[in-house]
């Protein structure tokens, strides 16, 4: 901001009175102060006398230092008094404090709201900027989320959406127009009552899942609220039902009233037709809703069962059944042979036709018709029995073994055998002799089992470079019918796992440790135990092991000293009071207990971190952009937020970011060096070192 020289030259007769010779103006926020004017109470910094800062006048003074906000200087530096209209001192709910000359002021807030909140509604932006109560305009938009126009009000009511701040929503008068004109694609009947609730529509949808329809109202029988938007709606239940041509005109009106046609439809299954009916003897509501339905019994009969007299259908379908001829016929589609008697149930297939072959029982007809199954299993569900299974074993070629005739949730058994070319034996010696006779029968015997508790033999289990035994209680199974078997774990480690160290698969398989040392990289060595000082399990089965520590050291650690590493690797601590930088805290730390005062921080996390002989000789070295004696402070704990810097920005190279030369949290970036240059605002810091760098990522907050 540049003052005209005739307003310098006003208020400089006008604030003639407040110029102090004595002492001098000094900016009050360079000596840490939170403030923005300047003080003439003779306590400034002696820097500022030496390096000129002082000036004769608080106007000159705030002018140097506080230009961007010159009249707030004045004030509160007690130069002059804020009154008029002009600048708002604040004691009204509507002030805003003071204006800056870049800010254009308006003589009413709606004004204001027009020219610079556009995006803002009008009546809302006004009602905020004069602390007004806004309840809305009572205008309808479109809430798109719900498919529906709501009201411009607070949501105290069904019609209210809440109140909009946007002035690019539209807003209509009626909820009509609203849809209308911003959801025309949905049914403006449904857009009606989805935003203002009634009682429905008293229209009809279909719900095809149900093949039936409903009416969109609130009581009564077929009475069901819509439930989106995508619903095509019909004047009547008539034209409702035409939308769904696939289903019986008469099952979906019948339906969509919650009754049933009272009409008549084939049960192929039966050789009958039965009644579509809710209640009486031989009601049976009809589930597909595509069957056809007629009239009569003898209707039905005639056109869905030819195979049968119409008139025995008929008669039988009214509830006079009829009695077969207690024969048995193949029934294909069941694969089993059934008998010649109706209904049809476990045992009864229903009335045979003039094209069955009927057996004297089943056992014959089994034979004749199904030879591919097997004859028990043909003859037992053909007698209405449920089949378990014969009990002989079969080769189960995949696994390498005999499994039972039997449902296979038993754990021996592999299900149901039902073919008769499946091939079978009584025992699971015969089975492993006739189907295996390359395994070992031994091994297929055991496999095949499951009282077994297998061979009591090793062998080797890849996966985790040890050898198990093949025994349910000391070890694991052998799956793999092929794989070799050795009497002791010597015998398998050295065969089996060759690449494997003897003594890490040897103790291992006898579930122990080694108890020898092997290296954990980068400082120390662990030992191969289960508990205690320095004990780590080795993972790896291929790595070297040492009988002790310091031989561990000496050869895989030898950059290190052998006898701290021997002693970390024991759990000892070793300190060596030297120094060492910690770049995550910006501090140097001590090689001493940290149960000790600062400086002192344990051993480095690193054991290859340089270690110095002074603090001062570790600030200088490793955190030189830090100020030494702020280093130092830092390191020793104590309090370095008193010191002064000059308020300008800089480049903390560090953190890649401009930076306030002060102590304390961000901006602050802490002291910068003497050969920083330095900028009174961000801006300029950004644009001269970090131009490459948004700047709102540039500048530290």
Known sequence: MILSTVL??????LLQSTAAQENGYYPGSYTGASITTCLNDGAHPQYMEEQGLLNDSLEECCEQFYIWNYFVC????????VTGTSLCGGDKATCGGLASSSDQLYDIAKSCCQAQLGYINDDLCEANSLQQ????????YPFYQENKCVQNCEEASDLCGGIIQDSSTPMFETIEECCSEKLSHINPDICQELSDPGTGTEKFYSVTSKSRCYKDCELGVGCARINSTSIVLHEDLESCCDAMPWVSSEFCASRSTEEASDLWYASTQNQVCVNDCLVGDGCVPLEDPTAALYATALECC???IPSVSSDICADVSEGNPLVGSNLYYVSYTDERCVMDCAPADDVCGGLADSSDELFANATACCEAKLSYKSLLYCETISDGGDYAGSGWYFADYPNSRCLSDCDESIPWCGGIVEESSV???ETIAGCCDTFFPSIDSDLCAEASDPTSTGTGKYYGVVADSVCVADDEITGARVEDLSTKLYDTIEECCAAALPWVTSYYCESRSNEDYSNLWYVQYPTLCVKDCESGPGCVPLQDSSVKL????????????????SASCDARSNGLELFSDLFYVDYKNNVCKQDCSETDPLPCGGNPSESNSPLYDTLEECCETKLQWNNLDECVASSNGQDTTTAAGSNEYYVNWKLFKCAKDCIGSAPCGGLKNSWDASYSNPSDCCANHLSWIDEAECVLS
Not at 8 to 13: C, E, K, R, V, W
Not at 547 to 557: A, I, Q, R, V
């Open 8 to 13: 310098i030259s006003f208020l400089s007769s």
């Open 546 to 561: 040492y009988d002790t520590s310091l031989n561990c050291c000496e050869e895989k650690l030898n950059w290190l000293d």
């Open 423 to 425: 091939e079978m034996n």
């Open 302 to 304: 005639q056109a869905k």
């Open 74 to 81: 004045l004030a509160d530096g007690g130069g002059i008094e």
């Open 133 to 140: 109560e806004f309840d809305g305009t009572m205008e309808f």
